[in-house]
């Protein structure tokens, strides 16, 4: 098995995604109208201003998140939608902080760039896509976070991995998995490793 293609990933470069990406959707939350803002995102159960709220917390210092932590009984996976979906900002408070990290190479404790990375290039299409708003992903940048996805362990590994079918990109040097093969766009075989929508361009049962 294949699992993904293992490059080198050069931290300058990943920063430079963030930042953009960050900026661009900073951008798009302040041009959206307030109705918008309360439309469902591709997160189930949460909001296009609950994914916002998530984002904030790429700098989160311990205190931010010992209460969150606490009434979830430390699980990481419910601390997050506890603290995203009780978020005290306001709209405004949103776009300022995204717009505040442009520039910062700051993460939460016990993460490394790629999981802000992760993160930006993810939610902006939870964010973008029920809208009905096209922003393609950089390429690089969705190679190197769909191997992150398959190189987390632990409470940090949020998704399962597709079995018995084997994911390959049409626009990047990448492959994953055994079986049918699946032929798309790293964008989409990225949303299907975080449990978004199935890679559904093109399927047959050649090896790649």
């Given at each position: 098995?294949?699992?993904?293609?293992?490059?080198?990933?050069?931290?300058?470069?990943?920063?430079?995604?963030?930042?953009r990406?960050?900026?661009?959707?900073?951008?798009?939350?302040?041009?959206?109208p307030?109705?918008?803002?309360?439309?469902?995102?591709?997160?189930?159960?949460?909001?296009v201003?609950?994914?916002?709220a998530?984002?904030?917390?790429?700098?989160a210092?311990?205190?931010?998140?010992?209460?969150?932590?606490?009434?979830?009984?430390?699980r990481?996976?419910?601390?997050?939608?506890y603290?995203?979906?009780?978020?005290?900002?306001?709209?405004?408070?949103?776009?300022?902080?995204?717009?505040?990290?442009?520039?910062?190479?700051?993460?939460?404790?016990?993460?490394?760039?790629?999981?802000?990375?992760?993160?930006v290039?993810?939610?902006?299409?939870?964010i973008?896509?029920?809208?009905?708003?096209?922003?393609?992903?950089?390429?690089?940048?969705a190679?190197?976070?769909?191997?992150?996805?398959?190189?987390?362990?632990?409470?940090?590994?949020?998704?399962?991995?597709?079995?018995?079918?084997?994911?390959?990109?049409?626009?990047?040097?990448?492959?994953?998995?055994?079986?049918?093969?699946?032929?798309?766009?790293?964008?989409s075989?990225?949303l299907?490793?975080?449990g978004?929508?199935?890679?559904?361009v093109?399927?047959d049962?050649?090896?790649?």
């Amino acid at each position: 098995m294949q699992e993904g293609r293992r490059a080198a990933v050069d931290s300058q470069a990943v920063w430079q995604h963030i930042d953009r990406e960050r900026s661009w959707l900073a951008d798009l939350l302040a041009s959206l109208p307030r109705a918008a803002w309360e439309q469902s995102s591709l997160c189930q159960g949460w909001s296009v201003r609950d994914v916002g709220a998530h984002l904030t917390f790429s700098h989160a210092r311990v205190r931010d998140v010992v209460w969150p932590a606490v009434r979830t009984g430390l699980r990481y996976n419910a601390m997050i939608r506890y603290a995203a979906l009780r978020s005290p900002l306001t709209h405004e408070e949103i776009v300022t902080r995204l717009r505040g990290f442009v520039g910062s190479r700051r993460t939460a404790r016990f993460v490394t760039e790629l999981e802000p990375l992760l993160d930006v290039l993810v939610h902006t299409q939870d964010i973008c896509l029920p809208l009905g708003i096209d922003h393609p992903m950089p390429v690089d940048a969705a190679v190197a976070a769909a191997d992150r996805v398959l190189r987390l362990r632990g409470p940090m590994r949020l998704w399962t991995p597709p079995r018995d079918v084997r994911l390959v990109a049409t626009d990047a040097d990448w492959a994953y998995g055994d079986g049918p093969v699946i032929h798309a766009p790293m964008q989409s075989h990225l949303l299907t490793l975080t449990g978004r929508q199935p890679s559904v361009v093109k399927s047959d049962h050649s090896q790649s």
